[in-house]
Structure formats: structure tokens, C-alpha cells
């Protein structure tokens, strides 16, 4: 009777060690996959902590401020430079450029900087020298055309939001198709420039012309 008592006890006593075993196993997991989670290198994109390689802040710095690169004023835009892009709805009376000698890509603080020239039909020209932060859809014009082959600084420029009207709507499309374009890893002025020249099977997907 003794005997059986004490096998009896043997074996709830191995069942619980098993028991303890597998739930310390489950909960090692669920704290590994809680860690991962909170991991921007390898959580997936759409997750909270994704980290998106466009974004201008380091995620390895405590309290990172993020501030602005100085901006030196490009030459004044070639014809010969000018290279074209496509427009969602556009407006047939003008068409858009882009200087590709001005355009460059700094990645300490995430901007894109660009010369953008936008011309009519009637063989008008409006230039700026704009920059555009991917990480917070904003650009910055830093200067405009004179009329006189120069580039003027406004008297006072800010950081001001994407947004998509019939003339502005360039800026969106840059934004989405090429500038803020989060395939392209390992971002470069050369890269963009190409995506604009050959990048152009998006455009009858995206409804252009």
C-alpha cells in the first residue's frame, strides 16, 4: 500500500515538474517576442517601432534634437540639367523639372534639396531651390528665380506642410514616387535621379497621363 502510495507521488511530482517546465518555456518566449516587438530593426513595417531609414531622428541617442544642415545656394539651373517629371493630374499648360546638378540628399538631417522648374506653354519659367523632409512631409523654399538667371532668398522661409493643390501638387508626387520612396534603400542624390528618368512604370498605375 506504501509502495503505491509513494509511486503515486512520484509520478504527480514528475508531472508537475513538467508542467513547470513548459510554463517557464512559455513565458521565456512571450518576453522574447515582447523584446522583439520593441525592436525597430526587426519589428515589421506598420508596427509602432518600425524604423523607416527616411526618418531624420536617431533612435541610438538619448533626447536627439534634430537640427537643420547649413543650406548653401546651388548655380542657377542649365536647361540642358533639367530633367522631367510626371505630375498626377496634370495641368497641360505646364511642365515640371527638375535640376538633377542641385539636387542632393543629406542624411544627417533627412532632407532632400532640389531646384524644381516648372514651365508653361507660353514659355514662362518659375524656379525655386525647395528641400522636403520626408519624416515630417514638410518642404522649405530657400530661394526663388528673379526672372534674371539668379536665385533670391525670401525674406523669411519656414518648414510648412505637403499639400496638394492644382499648381503644389508636384510637391506631393515628389514626395511619394521618389523622395520619400522607402525602397530606396541606402538613399542618394543618384538614385533619385534615376528613379525620376526610369522609374516611370508607376506612372499609368498612378493614373498620370
Same mark, same amino acid.
Given at each position: 500500500?506504501?509502495?503505491?502510495?509513494?509511486?503515486? !507521488?512520484?509520478?504527480?511530482?514528475?508531472?508537475?515538474?513538467?508542467? %513547470?517546465?513548459?510554463? %517557464?518555456?512559455?513565458? /521565456?518566449?512571450?518576453?522574447?517576442?515582447?523584446?522583439?516587438?520593441?525592436?525597430?530593426?526587426?519589428?515589421?513595417?506598420?508596427?509602432?517601432?518600425?524604423? +523607416?531609414?527616411?526618418?531624420?531622428?536617431?533612435?541610438?541617442?538619448?533626447? $536627439?534634437?534634430?537640427?537643420? !544642415?547649413?543650406?548653401?545656394?546651388?548655380?542657377?539651373?542649365?536647361?540642358?540639367?533639367?530633367?522631367?517629371?510626371?505630375?498626377?493630374?496634370?495641368?497641360?499648360?505646364?511642365?515640371?523639372?527638375?535640376?538633377?546638378?542641385?539636387?542632393?540628399?543629406?542624411?544627417? =538631417? /533627412?532632407?532632400?534639396?532640389?531646384?524644381?522648374?516648372? &514651365?508653361?506653354?507660353?514659355?514662362?519659367? +518659375?524656379?525655386?531651390?525647395?528641400?522636403?523632409?520626408?519624416?515630417?512631409?514638410?518642404?522649405?523654399?530657400?530661394?526663388?528665380?528673379?526672372?534674371?538667371?539668379?536665385?533670391?532668398?525670401?525674406?523669411?522661409?519656414?518648414?510648412?506642410?505637403?499639400?496638394?493643390?492644382? $499648381?503644389?501638387?508636384?510637391?506631393?508626387?515628389?514626395? =511619394?514616387?521618389?523622395?520619400? +520612396?522607402?525602397?530606396? %534603400?541606402?538613399?542618394?542624390?543618384?538614385?533619385?535621379?534615376?528613379?525620376?528618368? $526610369?522609374?516611370?512604370? &508607376?506612372?499609368?498605375?498612378? /493614373?498620370?497621363?
Amino acid at each position: 500500500m506504501r509502495e503505491n502510495t509513494q509511486a503515486t !507521488q512520484g509520478a504527480l511530482m514528475e508531472s508537475f515538474k513538467i508542467y %513547470l517546465v513548459a510554463l %517557464l518555456l512559455m513565458l /521565456g518566449g512571450s518576453v522574447a517576442c515582447a523584446a522583439d516587438s520593441g525592436n525597430p530593426i526587426t519589428s515589421n513595417k506598420g508596427d509602432s517601432s518600425f524604423y +523607416n531609414p527616411h526618418d531624420s531622428f536617431n533612435p541610438n541617442v538619448e533626447e $536627439y534634437v534634430w537640427e537643420e !544642415q547649413k543650406t548653401e545656394l546651388p548655380s542657377f539651373p542649365e536647361d540642358e540639367n533639367l530633367v522631367e517629371f510626371q505630375v498626377t493630374r496634370p495641368n497641360a499648360a505646364f511642365s515640371y523639372y527638375i535640376d538633377a546638378n542641385s539636387l542632393s540628399y543629406t542624411k544627417a =538631417d /533627412g532632407i532632400v534639396r532640389y531646384i524644381v522648374v516648372i &514651365k508653361s506653354k507660353a514659355g514662362a519659367k +518659375n524656379v525655386a531651390f525647395e528641400g522636403m523632409r520626408c519624416s515630417t512631409k514638410e518642404f522649405k523654399t530657400y530661394a526663388f528665380g528673379n526672372g534674371k538667371g539668379k536665385l533670391v532668398k525670401p525674406r523669411k522661409f519656414e518648414w510648412k506642410s505637403i499639400i496638394k493643390n492644382n $499648381y503644389t501638387r508636384y510637391r506631393k508626387d515628389l514626395a =511619394d514616387f521618389y523622395f520619400c +520612396n522607402t525602397d530606396l %534603400l541606402n538613399l542618394t542624390a543618384e538614385k533619385i535621379i534615376t528613379e525620376i528618368k $526610369y522609374g516611370g512604370v &508607376k506612372a499609368p498605375e498612378a /493614373g498620370f497621363r
